[in-house]
T-cell receptor
Framework: DTGVSQDPRHKITKRGQNVTFRCDPI?????LYWYRQTLGQGPEFLTY????????KSRLLSDRFSAERPKGSFSTLEIQRTEQGDSAMYLC????????????FGPGTRLLVL | DAKTTQPNSMESNEEEPVHLPCNHS???????IHWYRQLPSQGPEYVIH???SNVNNRMASLAIAEDRKSSTLILHRATLRDAAVYYC??????????????FGQGTILTVHP
């Protein structure tokens, strides 16, 4: 078990371009979360999957953002027509859904929009 | 979501104990108290959690006030590797929260050699 992995670790893009991030959760975890973290702030919840179903989306997730988790395994987060305000660390976490709900976070993808 | 209040920053010397406080006066009976920490350039890492009783694990201890309106994360012997942002989070296992964590700004812990 290698923990939660995210790819890429860093992404620099120009405003208006589309970007896609990937998250591979711990294999037996059925719950997957995306968070966004800007400099000096704590992570903010974006969206949640249980298996392949996307059960909750934050108001922070504008129409330019879309997330998928086909087959309930890895997940992708796509941002279309990126804006400078999208620059942040995008974190993925997974959990087994047990009562204590410990979440295991990946190292994050740092996005810079120029 | 019930809120937590933590000091913005704290400092400690290496090998000394550190007590990180957290106030959560609006905690409900079903809220668990979770602590995560985030080392520089890494994702958050689970530290410990509790409901009513004090808890110990290999990383830390969690002392919960009798009225549950406050708690303290205790690092028994701080090391330089404990320098991180520590987040106190109330987690409600029920309802429609789906387990999402609501992070505040946390406490930046600096450990001096």
């Amino acid at each position: 078990d290698t923990g939660v992995s995210q790819d890429p670790r860093h992404k620099i893009t120009k405003r208006g371009q589309n970007v896609t991030f990937r998250c591979d959760p711990i294999s037996e975890h059925n719950r997957l979360y995306w968070y966004r973290q800007t400099l000096g702030q704590g992570p903010e919840f974006l969206t949640y999957f249980q298996n392949e179903a996307q059960l909750e989306k934050s108001r922070l997730l504008s129409d330019r953002f879309s997330a998928e988790r086909p087959k309930g395994s890895f997940s992708t987060l796509e941002i279309q027509r990126t804006e400078q305000g999208d620059s942040a660390m995008y974190l993925c976490a997974s959990s087994s859904g047990l009562l204590k709900e410990t979440q295991y976070f990946g190292p994050g993808t740092r996005l810079l929009v120029l | 979501d019930a809120k937590t209040t933590q000091p913005n920053s704290m400092e400690s010397n290496e090998e000394e104990p550190v007590h990180l406080p957290c106030n959560h006066s609006t905690i409900s009976g079903t809220d668990y108290i979770h602590w995560y920490r985030q080392l520089p350039s890494q994702g958050p890492e689970y530290v410990i959690h509790g409901l009513t009783s004090n808890v110990n694990n290999r990383m830390a201890s969690l002392a919960i006030a009798e009225d549950r309106k406050s708690s303290t994360l205790i690092l028994h012997r701080a090391t330089l590797r404990d320098a991180a942002v520590y987040y106190c989070i109330l987690f409600n296992a029920g309802g429609t929260s789906y387990g999402k964590l609501t992070f505040g700004q946390g406490t930046i812990l600096t450990v001096h050699p």
